[in-house]
């Protein structure tokens, strides 16, 4: 594929439900990373993962959130009991390893509203 | 902690001025320096990053940026503005030193008008 892909482009819940946000990095990226965008705010470091490594889940808000991801591939990441304010879009970056240099290269997100 | 500062929520500049975006860092060690630009309804995109040498980066679509040490800065750049040019635009860091995420400014909305 030609660059990270993420669906729904659009998610509209009800407070209380469940929603799984999907991510497909581009092929041969070992580093995935997920983000939260809230409007007019910055992005807001969520989870990482890194090849086969423990992921780095330092940036979840809460235990609502949590993320797998699949090898090298696909990742989703799931919210439980949704709440209002967990409202925003939500961003899938990948890179070709953690490197610290390394460029991330973003998906278009998911735009979650929980009403 | 590291931690990036975006002094402007806008930005607006006429259509062939010089632009300029601001963006401050602070990091505990040397600072890994990355600008992003998001058009409307469309990902983030990279433009260009610091690493290490020439304090002069340049980028994608025209646009370059300085890193000043001494001031903690990494302003963008660009000559010559286009309508094309107005996006969201994020300036990002992360500690050299240590193994942690990379941090986003808030951004900076920026509209050339032509």
């Known amino acids: 594929g030609a660059g990270v892909s993420q669906s729904p482009s659009n998610k509209v819940t009800e407070k209380g439900k469940d929603v799984e946000l999907r991510c497909d990095p581009i092929?041969?990226?070992?580093?995935l990373y997920w983000y939260r965008q809230r409007l007019g705010q910055g992005l807001e470091f969520l989870i990482y993962?890194?090849?086969?490594?423990?992921?780095?889940k330092s940036g979840l808000p809460s235990d609502r959130f949590s993320a797998e991801r699949t090898g090298e591939s696909v990742s989703t990441l799931t919210i439980q009991r949704t709440q209002q304010e967990d409202s925003a879009v939500y961003l899938c970056?990948?890179?070709?390893?953690?490197?610290?240099?390394?460029?991330?290269?973003f998906g278009p997100g998911t735009r979650l509203l929980v009403l | 902690a590291q931690s990036v500062a975006q002094p402007e929520d806008q930005v607006n500049v006429a259509e062939g001025n010089p632009l300029t975006v601001k963006c401050t860092y602070s990091?505990?060690?040397?600072?890994?320096l990355f600008w992003y630009v998001q058009y409307p309804n469309r990902g983030l995109q990279f433009l260009l990053k610091?690493?290490?040498?020439?304090?002069l980066v340049k980028g994608s679509y025209g646009f370059e940026a300085e890193f000043n040490k001494s001031q903690t800065s990494f302003h963008l750049k660009k000559p010559s503005a286009l309508v094309s040019d107005s996006a969201l635009y994020f300036c990002?860091?992360?500690?050299?030193?240590?193994?942690?995420?990379?941090?986003f400014g808030k951004g900076t909305r920026l509209s050339v008008i032509a």
């Open positions: 610091y690493i290490t040498g020439d304090n």
């Open positions: 970056a990948s890179s070709l390893d953690r490197g610290l240099v390394e460029t991330q290269y």
């Open positions: 993962f890194q090849g086969n490594s423990a992921p780095d």
């Open positions: 990091v505990s060690g040397n600072p890994y």
């Open positions: 092929s041969g990226h070992t580093a």
């Open positions: 990002a860091v992360r500690d050299a030193s240590g193994n942690t995420p990379l941090v």
